[in-house]
């Protein structure tokens, strides 16, 4: 057993600098030096050793001595650090990954029950090895086995018929382990278990194995609080310090040992039982409950300002204030909000490299790789690589752009014979150029991909050396260089550790799932973060201990990240627990420590809670923030439920690349120049008068290609085209003077004919299960049309036209009028009740003209009204707008509301519906472009911008003209 020394508790505040000085306080040698040569610091990670060693450093140079520095180690190196490394070499995790998903391969299904499928392929196979490997690290660190495990699970009511499955996992990492002999190679925790054995002299397989080198006289367990059972083992016969990251306990001249403390152990482990029984206590006051991650960074931005404020000269010193981002998958997304505001950050965790450009941009590649069809291809021209190679050697196409176009009116198809369709074949003009573009970009592309060989697999290393050349092609294609060499250099490193596996364990894979097998190799690389001695430092959370800065803001305060779920299907928690192994309550009470020290060092943290996540889906608060008790944990309950005040957007700007905004600067009239707008164009700006500004001034819009099957959208221009080519078959018989069609099955084979022809001309012949329903859907609902149009017929309207251009003047008293253009979907006639303007309405809802347009008492929508009031007086007779109706014909889901809905209450007032037209256009020539109205609906290209999105979506949003 290790000799252990009294704890020290060093407290909260400044616990390394009080380290290095406990450290330093002994005598000098010889040298005039203090030797720690022979001294082991363990901390739990590399960023709290780098940070002891500059503690160390500053308290040393402040004493005026010279120091020789000790070693230090992480709990995962303990073992080595200890006892050294054995002469046969250890296989690095990739090498064990490998040979493990080839014994996965090879194994028959009953081997494999409950624990892979029998045909997974090789991205599954790599999955579950890193799966079976973690679980076997956590059992080997508790000191245990697999057939403790088994004989666990036997005993377990819980788990009891699991026993076969375990002893199958058992002998999988057993044949892994045996094949890693064979090929020279010692299992990480066999390498470890047999140091340990090899110190305490309990190993038979210690000679000639391993290599011992001197082990430190001492050892420091520096805020330490999880160390497993085999590494205190292997403190064995070493004096042990250690050093607790906590005030020392209430009461502590009291006990009857100045050991004894009742939150940890001898060597400073947090004891569950105690923290989950008296958590630490996070003022009411100190959190802030916040809708979403945005409103997080707005109110961080918030805080900073205002210590600024506080502070000497208004001058914040970054090394004061540390943010704690809790939830670390959101640190890069809130580095780049905070940034926007003019605060600079350094991750102190780095940058993933899976959010890197290169790693969408090989993400990306295996899509199109895997897919092979003209939808994988759209995401590879618009990705910023291809995009850019692509367009140099086009002299400046745009495949993208191209590609949009084409996928605007066509369903995605296979890419095995090449890019599809006839470039002369488009309907119109830019439909040719732009299937021209995209056979010129597809030869591009294969060209560049062409490294990737013509086979459909081939081996790992074959695949990966190819997949190397490809990105060197497109990193070529810009002078300057398309990415890092720090960054290249990282996938490269990655490839190396792919390639190095022995042959007979290469693979046989596709491109797209080399390609995968690579990035889940990088998922968990980051690249360092620049250092920037002015920017403020973001931490994650089990780094908040070691942190020296005075105040501190906690992020992401819900319960996924703070502690977190974790469900292991392999070593279950109740498992777990039972066995001794790190289970849930050690986590939990490991993240009460941490939460103890952020009170201990600054009182007054603010932990900022957010309600729901960037998709708006709801988040749950963290259960470290209810440590409250009786009366007071209901207040808090209370407190932390109500919904949070929303934020002024039209405020000040969080990020200036998030929301751009009008600005006026060299235009003292604020005048806007738009030479005509559509009649949706209205709505929108009655929407969202900023959301108005960046769509049809600033031109932005996002792609709105057609999926594999009908949106709403596409449904209903499907169902638009059947109505249609029935009109125009309906007006050439007027024409010819006969009566208008009121025979049903008539009326609906000619609807499903065109349909039938509006799917062909959007995704070919072939049609997928699910389009063959939406097929038959759309036909069941066309006979209810169908019959419906033979009853209007009966009654005696007639078809007038179809798809009518609008191009009219709208007056505007004392300015020019505005041009208008739109597209009335039908245009019907009766001898005696005259003239009505209809719209097909498609959508599931069903909602009838007054509703859409008017709502409590304001106008939304002023399609209808503008319809009669600018094309009335272009009928035959220019009838007056009151002597024309408008109305929806209804095509829902119900077949009882079916038909014709006429406008009632719009129409009444219709003259005030074109004085709100008239505002519109003022507004908009004004440049008032206030950021109000509802937040952007789901799929809003806007939403990307505005960083917000709701669960709703808009009726027909089919475009005009």
Not at 232 to 258: K, N, Q, R, S, Y
């Amino acid at each position: 057993m290790p000799e252990h020394s009294t704890p020290i508790h060093l407290g909260s505040g400044a616990p390394l600098v009080k380290a290095a000085s406990v450290l330093l306080d002994r005598p000098v040698d010889a040298l005039g030096e203090v030797d720690l040569s022979r001294v082991l610091v363990v901390v739990p990670g590399a960023r709290a050793g780098r940070q002891f060693l500059l503690a160390l450093v500053a308290e040393a140079e402040g004493r005026g001595i010279r120091f020789v520095p000790p070693r230090t180690t992480t709990p995962s190196e303990l073992v080595f650090s200890m006892r050294g490394r054995p002469a046969q070499p250890v296989a690095d995790r990739p090498l064990h990954r490998g040979v493990l998903a080839a014994v996965l391969g090879a194994a028959d299904a009953d081997t494999l029950a409950g624990v892979i499928r029998p045909d997974a392929d090789w991205i599954e196979r790599f999955t579950v090895a890193d799966a079976l490997l973690d679980a076997d690290r956590t059992v080997a660190a508790a000191g245990r086995d697999w057939a403790d495990v088994v004989s666990t699970v036997e005993r377990s009511v819980e788990l009891g018929g699991e026993s076969d499955r375990y002893r199958r996992i058992e002998s999988l990492l057993a044949r892994a382990e045996a094949d890693l002999g064979n090929l020279g190679w010692l299992a990480p925790e066999t390498a470890k278990r047999l140091l340990v054995e090899a110190g305490l002299g309990a190993s038979d397989e210690v000679e000639g194995t391993v290599a011992f080198m001197d082990a430190p006289e001492e050892v420091v367990l520096l805020g330490v609080v999880d160390l497993s059972a085999r590494d205190e083992a292997v403190l064995a016969g070493c004096t042990v310090h250690t050093m607790i990251l906590a005030a020392p306990p209430a009461g502590g001249d009291a006990l009857p040992d100045a050991r004894l403390d009742p939150r940890f152990d001898a060597i400073g482990r947090v004891a569950p039982a105690h923290w989950i029984a008296t958590p630490p206590v996070i003022p009411l006051a100190s959190l802030q409950i916040e809708d979403k991650p945005i409103d997080e960074a707005e109110a961080v931005v918030e805080m900073l300002a205002s210590a600024a404020d506080a502070a000497e000269g208004g001058r914040l010193d970054p090394e004061s204030v540390a943010i704690v981002v809790a939830d670390e998958t959101a640190a890069e997304s809130f580095r780049r909000e905070i940034e926007a505001a003019g605060v600079t950050v350094h991750l102190a965790g780095g940058r993933a490299f899976a959010r890197s450009g290169l790693a969408r941009t090989l993400g990306t590649l295996a899509i199109h790789l895997n897919r092979r069809d003209s939808d994988g291809f759209g995401r590879l021209v618009a990705d910023p690589a291809f995009a850019a190679a692509i367009g140099r050697r086009l002299d400046g196409l745009d495949a993208a752009a191209a590609w949009s176009r084409w996928a605007e009116s066509d369903m995605p198809r296979p890419l095995a014979d090449g890019w599809p369709g006839d470039p002369d074949a488009g309907e119109r003009a830019d439909q040719g150029t732009a299937r021209r573009t995209l056979h010129a970009a597809d030869a591009v592309v294969t060209e560049i991909l062409a490294p990737l060989g013509v086979t459909a697999t081939d081996r790992l290393d074959r695949m990966l050396a190819g997949l190397l050349e490809v990105l060197q092609r497109l990193d070529d294609e810009d002078a300057a260089g398309l990415w890092s060499e720090e960054i290249l250099r990282l996938v490269r490193d990655a490839v190396g550790e792919l390639i190095a596996l022995p042959e007979a364990l290469q693979p046989t894979v596709t491109a797209a799932e080399a390609i995968r097998l690579l990035l889940g190799t990088l998922d968990p690389a980051r690249l360092p973060d620049p250092p920037d001695p002015a920017a403020i430092e973001t931490i994650g959370w089990l780094e908040a201990p070691f942190d020296p800065a005075g105040r501190v803001v906690v992020t992401g305060c819900h319960d996924a990240a703070l502690p977190g779920r974790f469900t292991d299907p392999i070593l279950p928690d109740s498992l777990r627990a039972t066995m001794g192994l790190e289970d849930e309550a050690r986590r939990h009470a490991r993240d009460l420590w941490v939460l103890s020290t952020i009170l201990g060092r600054d009182p007054d943290a603010r932990f900022l809670v957010p309600r729901r996540d960037p998709r708006g889906e709801p988040h749950v608060p963290s259960r470290l923030i209810f440590g409250d008790r009786g009366p007071a944990l209901a207040r808090r309950v209370v407190d932390v439920f109500t919904r949070p005040s929303a934020r002024n957007r039209g405020g000040v700007d969080v990020s200036g690349f998030g929301r751009p905004r009008p600005t006026w600067a060299d235009d003292a009239a604020r005048t806007v120049n738009i030479d005509r707008l559509s009649v949706t164009a209205f709505r929108d700006y009655l929407a969202s008068p900023y959301r108005f500004w960046l769509k049809h001034v600033l031109g932005l819009r996002g792609p709105d290609p057609i999926g594999r099957e009908l949106d709403a959208r596409t449904f209903g221009t499907v169902l638009h085209h059947a109505v249609e080519v029935f009109g125009q078959q309906d007006i050439a018989r007027h024409a010819a003077g006969e009566r208008p069609c009121a025979d049903p099955d008539r009326i609906h084979q000619t609807m499903v004919d065109a349909m039938s022809e509006a799917i062909d001309r959007m995704c070919g012949s072939k049609r997928g299960a699910g389009l063959l329903l939406q097929e038959r859907i759309l036909t069941a609902r066309l006979r209810v049309v169908a019959i419906r149009q033979a009853e209007l017929a009966t009654e005696g309207w007639r078809i007038h036209a179809v798809e009518d251009q609008l191009d009219a003047l709208l007056d505007i008293p004392g300015e020019a009028p505005m041009p208008v253009r739109g597209r009335i979907d039908r245009i019907d006639h009766h001898p005696e009740k005259g003239w009505r303007l209809i719209d097909f309405k498609t959508s599931d809802a069903g909602k009838r003209p007054d509703p859409s347009h008017r709502t409590k008492g304001r106008w939304i929508d002023l399609q209808l009204p503008l319809y009669r009031g600018l094309h009335a007086g272009t009928l035959p007779g220019a009838p007056a707008p009151a002597e024309v109706a408008t109305g929806y014909f209804l095509v829902t889901p119900d077949p009882g509301k079916i038909g014709f809905a006429p406008s009632k209450k719009i129409d009444e007032l219709h003259e005030e519906a074109m004085d709100m037209a008239r505002e519109v256009v003022r507004n908009i020539r004004d440049g008032n472009f206030d950021l109000t109205g509802d937040p952007p609906w789901d799929g809003d290209p806007m939403a990307l911008v505005q960083r917000t999105r709701s669960l709703g979506g808009e009726d027909d949003a089919e475009d005009e003209g």
